[in-house]
Each structure stands twice: as C-alpha cells, then as structure tokens.
C-alpha cells in the first residue's frame, strides 16, 4: 500500500521477464554504455579462461577511467567477446553477469524501456524473474561499485 510517507512500491514487484537471446547486443559500446569495469577478484579467473597471466591481461586488455579497472575497448565491441560469444563467459565481470538488473535501468519503467526494452531482444520474454532474484541481482552490481542499493 501506498500514501503519504509510503514509498512507492517498486514498478517490478510482479516481477520482469527477461531472457538471454544471445544477440551479444550487450556486449557492445554504446551510449553511455562504454566501460565495463573489472575487479581486482575478476582479473585472475578472467585471465585464466583466456589463456593467459593476469599480469597480460592486465596490460592487453584492461585500462584506467577515472581510476578504475576497465576492460579496452578498441572497437565497438567487448575485447572480452571473439565475434561468436565471450570468451570469459564463467567467469565473465559482475557488470555482465547482472545485466540487465542495473539500478540504473531498475528506477523507473521508463528507464527499463530506454537503456534496456530499446535495443535488447530479451527483454519482455523468457522466464519471469521474481522481484527477489531481481534485487539480489541489482545489489550485486551495486556493492560492486561500493554502492549500496534498495528498491
């Protein structure tokens, strides 16, 4: 319930359905979508899956953007991602892994329809992920960047 001094409940309490359709869409620079960052945990196993030191990975694939860890972009696509899927997929930053559940995208329906609905074929389909799921992905992301987030 909702009225003065209540917050509002949060548009996806029902719930979104969104599933994967693999159109690695996400997987490109664009907009204000141009960094994905990389933790100091994330650089081994990354570094792993692709075959090589943490120390190369670090030098080959990574830079810094107002002091932080992110991935290089020398095309519009992920250096993470060889044309057909990424290839630190089990492994892959928290900021892939909870996409699409940002807070960003999260504040309002509209959000969800201009940075995520817009260009992503997955949004609207697939399994309906419940408000939990949903929350638990969103502070991930958030505690990521050392941010705390409540819907």
């Known amino acids: 319930m909702?009225?003065?001094?209540?917050p509002k409940a949060p548009w996806y309490l029902e719930g979104i359905r969104f599933e994967c359709?693999?159109?690695?869409?996400?997987?490109?620079?664009?907009?204000e979508y141009v960094f994905v960052y990389i933790e100091d945990a994330e650089v081994a196993p990354i570094a792993k899956?692709?075959?090589?030191?943490?120390?190369?990975?670090?030098?080959?694939?990574?830079?810094?953007?107002e002091g932080e860890r992110v991935l290089r972009f020398e095309t519009e696509l992920c250096p993470l991602h060889d044309g057909e899927g990424c290839r630190a997929h089990p492994?892959?930053?928290v900021q892939c892994?909870?996409?699409?559940?940002?807070?960003?995208?999260?504040?309002?329906?509209?959000?969800?329809e201009e940075k995520v609905a817009s260009f992503c074929p997955g949004a609207g389909k697939g399994r309906l992920w419940s408000f939990a799921e949903i929350v638990a992905q969103a502070r991930e992301m958030a505690e990521s960047s050392g941010e705390t987030w409540n819907p």
């Open 97 to 112: 892994r909870t996409w699409p559940f940002w807070p960003e995208n999260l504040e309002s329906r509209r959000a969800w």
């Open 49 to 65: 899956a692709l075959g090589i030191s943490p120390q190369r990975f670090l030098e080959e694939f990574c830079t810094t953007h």
């Open 21 to 31: 359709r693999r159109c690695h869409a996400c997987c490109r620079a664009r907009g």
């Open 2 to 6: 909702t009225g003065p001094g209540r």
């Open 91 to 93: 492994f892959k930053p």
